[in-house]
């Protein structure tokens, strides 16, 4: 500015644009350095980025290419994979195939030998032999005696066992020595599993027979709480032998076995057949008819006593045969029968029956002389037989409380009865008191008396098997009433079918083991081919 001093106004204004112009050129040449030096540095930068951009791009390419292979590798690996599993499946698919097929060749070679083995029991008069093995129970646990836990838990340990449908395996052990498998055979083993309409499918085959012109006997044997009156009877309620339409699965054989005859015999030409029911028990050793009435007309039991005929046969002279036309009828006898029975509670169970229980089917079938033994010609010949069957049997005996209390006597009468034959058969259903060890059933006075009784009655009954399994001349069917009573079953006048009741627990062993035994007996008795009634062959279709 000192040098601005005495200048004038033009020449100051001339100095300050040139020197504006100056710096205005230093500032373009400023601007332009720094453009290109901007410049330069974008192009280095860009160079830069292409030159990462083609090493990207060429190491993307490059795996990739790793990838795709990978990829291909594995995608060959699953159709590889896929194949081999479509090889196995087809593998496994002819496996099972072929499994089915052996099996099925299986079943059907078993159920041929089985048909064979039945045969040859038909011919030799084997005694068919059943085992089934109840499940565990809460009642199981050593509940009233004083023992160790330790033992108490042996006592609920599983030691039966049914290996298949004809084997039942048994460990026995005791305190230091090893263990011990046993097995027996039997026709038929039932897992505890097992429904009362398996083991029912297997009876069933029994009944046809029955109405064949054989008779049958069914007879549940096993010791105290093994499941006896559950198998023949089903589950009671409340003392009271009725069911619910619900429980109808749960039904015994007793039940089951009278439906399925009324089912039979209504397939028969009407009024050729009726039913006569007997309910009978063998307490202390001695028979009391259970639907017996006294003077008031109230069922109680009466003692009976049984006899040998002229014949060989035993029977029940006066006892009480009650006619029925239905299953319902007859559930409805038993119910009042099994009110007489005699229970006892136990410390094995709560509800023991302290008696043998007998109810006895007799089905009598109506053929005239003419074609007794013969086919029946046509329907007209079946009218006609009931028209006579009415006659000579009148409506009175069908409501009768003897079995003797009403016989044609008239003339007419005699005459038409001779013109008839009767064909009796005989369906037994017992439930046998079971078997017990003083020790641990903890009966006292009366109770022990009637285990003491329960015991012999039972050896005496396998004394007589044992007899017939030896083909003694003697067999001491008199040694005991139960026996007695039941000859013509054990003896071979009916096809007989014991059915083995077991529990499984250690608890229990020895009376499981020697409830087995006595099935063992009772397969080996060989008492000849079962005598058929005479019986009407089926009417035969025009």
Not at 164 to 180: F, M, N, Q, W, Y
Not at 209 to 225: R, W
Not at 485 to 512: F, H, N, R, W
Request: some cysteine.
């Amino acid at each position: 500015y000192q040098g601005l001093a005495g200048r004038s106004t033009n020449e100051v204004l001339q100095l300050y644009s040139a020197h504006g112009q100056q710096q205005k050129l230093q500032r373009n040449s400023v601007v332009i350095q720094l453009h290109g030096a901007i410049k330069k540095r974008l192009k280095q930068d860009l160079k830069s980025l292409h030159s990462l951009a083609v090493e990207l791009s060429k190491d993307f390419q490059r795996r990739s290419k790793a990838y795709l292979y990978q990829i291909l590798t594995a995608v060959q690996g699953i159709q590889l994979q896929n194949e081999a599993m479509q090889m196995l499946q087809i593998k496994a698919f002819d496996l099972e195939q072929s499994l089915e097929e052996v099996t099925e060749r299986y079943e059907k070679e078993k159920q041929k030998r089985r048909a064979l083995h039945n045969s040859l029991v038909e011919l030799r008069g084997n005694i068919r032999v059943h085992c089934r093995i109840r499940p565990l129970l809460p009642f199981d646990t050593a509940a009233g005696h004083s023992i160790s836990q330790d033992r108490q838990r042996n006592f609920s340990e599983k030691v039966a066992y049914a290996v298949d449908d004809e084997t039942v395996l048994v460990k026995c052990s005791r305190p230091g020595h090893a263990s011990i498998n046993k097995t027996f055979q039997f026709e038929r083993v039932y897992n505890p599993l097992e429904s009362q309409d398996t083991v029912f499918a297997d009876v069933a085959p029994l009944l046809t027979s029955l109405l064949d012109g054989y008779n049958v006997c069914i007879m549940a044997y096993g010791q105290t709480g093994s499941g006896k009156t559950y198998t023949m009877l089903g589950p009671q309620l409340e003392e009271n032998f009725a069911y619910a339409i619900e429980d109808e699965s749960e039904l015994g054989i007793i039940p089951r076995a009278t439906q399925e005859v009324f089912r039979l015999i209504s397939e028969k030409p009407p009024g050729s057949y009726w039913v006569e029911v007997s309910v009978v028990e063998v307490y202390n050793n001695e028979i009391f008819d259970l639907l017996a009435k006294d003077s008031c007309g109230k069922v109680s039991g009466v003692k009976r006593d049984v006899v040998t005929t002229r014949e060989g046969k035993s029977d029940v002279p006066l006892l009480m045969y009650e006619t029925v036309e239905n299953a319902s009828e007859f559930l409805h006898l038993v119910n009042k029968g099994l009110q007489l029975r005699v229970r006892h509670p136990t410390l094995v169970h709560a509800d023991s029956s302290r008696s043998h229980l007998v109810v006895t089917l007799t089905i009598t079938t109506i053929v005239s002389g003419d074609n007794f033994g013969t086919s029946w010609e046509d329907e007209q010949t079946s009218q006609r037989l009931s028209k006579e069957v009415s006659c000579t049997f009148p409506q009175k005996m069908r409501d009768n409380t003897s079995a003797s209390s009403s016989r044609a006597s008239s003339p007419v009468q005699l005459e038409a009865t001779e013109k008839m034959k009767q064909v009796k058969t005989r369906l037994q259903l017992v439930d046998l008191a079971g078997s017990e060890c003083v020790g641990m059933s903890g009966v006292t006075g009366a109770a022990l008396r009637e285990t003491s009784f329960i015991n012999r009655s039972l050896s005496a009954l396998a004394d007589v098997l044992g007899a017939l399994a030896e083909q003694r001349s003697h067999v001491p069917y008199r040694n005991s009433k139960l026996t007695h009573l039941l000859q013509d079953s054990i003896g071979g006048d009916a096809k007989l079918l014991v059915m083995l009741c077991i529990s499984p627990g250690q608890k229990y062993l020895t009376e499981s083991m020697q409830s087995l035994g006595f099935g063992t007996r009772a397969r080996q008795v060989q008492r000849g081919q079962v005598k058929k009634k005479n019986v009407p062959l089926p009417s035969k279709a025009k």
